[in-house]
C-alpha cells in the first residue's frame, strides 16, 4: 500500500471549517482500488479523512488507514480515536460522508510579550482605597498618586518569552517565535541603567508613563476641586489646584501648594509657599501650615508659617503664627491672635465694637511654645523635687535613723534619695535650657505693630515681656513699639516694616491674590 506521487494527486480546494486544505489520494486496497483521501491543512498540523459519497468503505479497518496515513508520511499527533470512529461509522447501516479529523500537530507557542514592572505606580484615575482593620473604607483616601523619591527605582523591563517550538503532522519542526520586546525610554526625571533594563527617578515627584515614555514630573496639576472625586493629596512635589480645597479634604505638598479657588475646613501643609487665590472660610477647622502664605482672607482659620504671610483684604477671628512679618494691605484684622516675628501692619486693628483682638509682634511662637513646654516640665518636677523633700529631709535630719532601719527599709531610703538627685539633676537640665531659650539672638526681630487708619479699643498688643491693651481708639497712621523701660506701649509716628520676603513657587510667578496682571 503506497500513496500516488505527491505531484501528482495533490489538490488545493477550500474545504473544511473554511480553512485551506490540501487532498491526496491514498490506495490502500489494490484489489478492490478503493481509494482513501487524505485532507491536510495548509500548516501542516491537522489531518482529516473524507469518505465519497458512493464508495463503499464497508470492510475498512484500523490498520488498513493507519496505514495509509503511514504511507503518506503521517507520523506525529496521529488520533487513534479519530480512526476508530471513521472505521466504525463507515461499517454502520448507515455510512457518513465527509471529514474525519485523524491527526493533530502540535503547535508553536509563541512567547510572552516583554513587560514592564512598576515598582512605583503611575499615577492614574482608579482609585485604590485603603481599608482599616475593621473593614472600614476612608473614601476621602483614593491613593491616586504614589511618591517617589531622587535615586528611587520605579521600573524595571521585564524580557520577552522565547516561545516554545512546535511539530506538525509530518515531523517537522515548527520553529518558535518570540513575544515582542516592551516599548518604554526613559523622559524627564528618569535615568536608565547601563543594561536599559533599570529604571529609577532623578527627581522627586509622581510617575507618569504614557505613550511608551517613562518620566517623573515634580507638578501636580489638578484641573477640578479637592473632593471625593480626587481625594486627600499627599505629593512629594509641587500641587497647583484649579479648583477648591472643600471641608473636610487636605493637600500635603512637599513643595507648595497654588490652589486657584478657595479654602474651606480642611488642611494645607507644605514645606513650601501656599498661595490661594481666593481665600480661606475656615469655620474654625482650617489648618495651614507652610513657608509662606498669600491669599485674599482668612476668616476663622489657624496658620503657622515659617515665613510672610501676605493678606489683601481681612484676618478675622483666626490664629495666625509667622516667623516673617503678617501683613493685611487693604482691610482690617478683627479678633483671635495675629503674632508676627517680624512685624505686623494692617489698616485696621479690631473694631469699633472692641472685638477683643490680640497682635504680637517680635515674637518668635516655636520659642513660645518651646517655653510653655518647658513651663509644664519644671513645673513638674519641682513638685516632685518638693514632695520627694517632705518625705527625705525629716529622715536625713535625724541622726539616729540607720541603727533603727533594717536592710530592706535602708534599701528603699537609698533608692528615694537616688530619685531625688535625679530630680534635681534633670531640673537644673530644664532650668538650663530655659535660658538658653531667653539668650538666643533677637537681632533679626522686628518689635513694631503698624496701623495705617484706625486702632480701635480692645487691641492687645504683645511684645516680649510684657502685654498691653488698648483703652481709647487712635487714628493712624501710626507704629506701635514697646517702651521696655516703662512696661508700656508707645504709640509713634508710621515706620515701614522691613521688606517682606518673596514667596518661593519653585520657579513659577504668582500674583498676591487681588494684584492685577
Known amino acids: 500500500m503506497t500513496a500516488p506521487n505527491p505531484s501528482d494527486s495533490d489538490v488545493t480546494v477550500a474545504g473544511h471549517g473554511g480553512e485551506t486544505i490540501v487532498m491526496r489520494t491514498l490506495l490502500y486496497d489494490r484489489n478492490s482500488s478503493r481509494e482513501l483521501h487524505l485532507a491536510a491543512s495548509g500548516d501542516g498540523m491537522r489531518v482529516y479523512l473524507k469518505a465519497d459519497p458512493g464508495v463503499n468503505f464497508s470492510g475498512i479497518s484500523l490498520e488498513s488507514v493507519t496505514d495509509a496515513l503511514a504511507s503518506a508520511g503521517v507520523r506525529h499527533g496521529v488520533l487513534e480515536s479519530g480512526i476508530r470512529l471513521f472505521v466504525h461509522i463507515q461499517n454502520s447501516p448507515e455510512p457518513f460522508r465527509g471529514f474525519f479529523q485523524v491527526a493533530r500537530g502540535e503547535p508553536m507557542r509563541r512567547g510572552e510579550n516583554g513587560s514592564i514592572e512598576f515598582h512605583v505606580h503611575p499615577a492614574g484615575i482608579n482609585p485604590r482605597y485603603d481599608e482599616n482593620a475593621e473593614g472600614a473604607i476612608d473614601y476621602k483616601q483614593l491613593n491616586l498618586i504614589e511618591n517617589c523619591f531622587a535615586g528611587q527605582r520605579i521600573a524595571s523591563v521585564l524580557p520577552p518569552g522565547p516561545g516554545r517550538a512546535g511539530r506538525d503532522v509530518f515531523g517537522n519542526e515548527v520553529p518558535a517565535v518570540p513575544g515582542d520586546p516592551a516599548v518604554i525610554r526613559a523622559g524627564t526625571g528618569v535615568v536608565t541603567s547601563p543594561s536599559g533594563r ?71 501643609s507644605s514645606e513650601g509657599d501656599v498661595v490661594i487665590t481666593g481665600g480661606i472660610k475656615g469655620k474654625g477647622a482650617a489648618i ?41 494691605t487693604q482691610g482690617a484684622i478683627i479678633g483671635g491672635e495675629v503674632c508676627g516675628r517680624r512685624g505686623v501692619e494692617a489698616d485696621t486693628l479690631g473694631s469699633d465694637m472692641g472685638v477683643a483682638t490680640l497682635v504680637a509682634a517680635g515674637l518668635d511662637w516655636t520659642e513660645e511654645n518651646q517655653r510653655a513646654e518647658l513651663r509644664a516640665r519644671i513645673a513638674e518636677y519641682m513638685d516632685r523635687l518638693n514632695s520627694a523633700a517632705a518625705v527625705l529631709d525629716p529622715l536625713l535630719a535625724d541622726k539616729g535613723i540607720g541603727s533603727r532601719l533594717d536592710a530592706d527599709q535602708k534599701s528603699m531610703l537609698a533608692d528615694l534619695v537616688s530619685e531625688l538627685g535625679d530630680v534635681r539633676e534633670r531640673l537644673a537640665e530644664l532650668l538650663e535650657e530655659r535660658a538658653r531659650l531667653n539668650d538666643r539672638e533677637r537681632s ?58 518673596a514667596p518661593q513657587n519653585e520657579g513659577n510667578d504668582v500674583q498676591t491674590p487681588g494684584q492685577e496682571s
Open 198 to 268: 533599570e529604571f529609577s527617578a532623578e527627581v522627586e515627584g509622581r510617575v507618569v508613563f504614557e505613550d511608551g515614555v517613562l518620566s517623573v514630573s515634580s507638578l501636580l496639576e489638578i484641573s477640578r476641586d479637592i473632593d471625593y472625586s480626587v481625594g486627600n493629596v499627599t505629593f512629594a512635589g509641587r500641587v497647583v489646584v484649579q479648583g477648591s480645597l472643600l471641608d473636610g479634604f487636605s493637600i500635603n505638598a512637599r513643595h507648595g501648594v497654588e490652589l486657584k479657588g478657595d479654602m474651606g475646613a480642611g488642611h494645607i
Open 288 to 328: 495651614i501650615a507652610c513657608r509662606s502664605l498669600v491669599t485674599h482672607y482668612i476668616d476663622d482659620a489657624s496658620v503657622e508659617a515659617r515665613g510672610d504671610v501676605m493678606v489683601t483684604k481681612e484676618i478675622m477671628n483666626s490664629s495666625v503664627k509667622s516667623l516673617g512679618r503678617v501683613s493685611v
Open 444 to 501: 533679626d526681630r522686628v518689635e513694631r505693630i503698624n496701623v495705617r487708619k484706625t486702632l480701635n479699643m480692645g487691641v492687645s498688643a504683645r511684645f516680649s515681656g510684657f502685654t498691653s491693651q488698648v483703652k481709647d481708639a487712635v487714628k493712624g497712621p501710626l507704629s506701635i513699639c514697646p517702651d521696655e523701660q516703662r512696661g508700656a506701649l508707645s504709640i509713634g509716628a508710621f515706620s515701614d516694616l522691613p521688606k517682606a520676603e
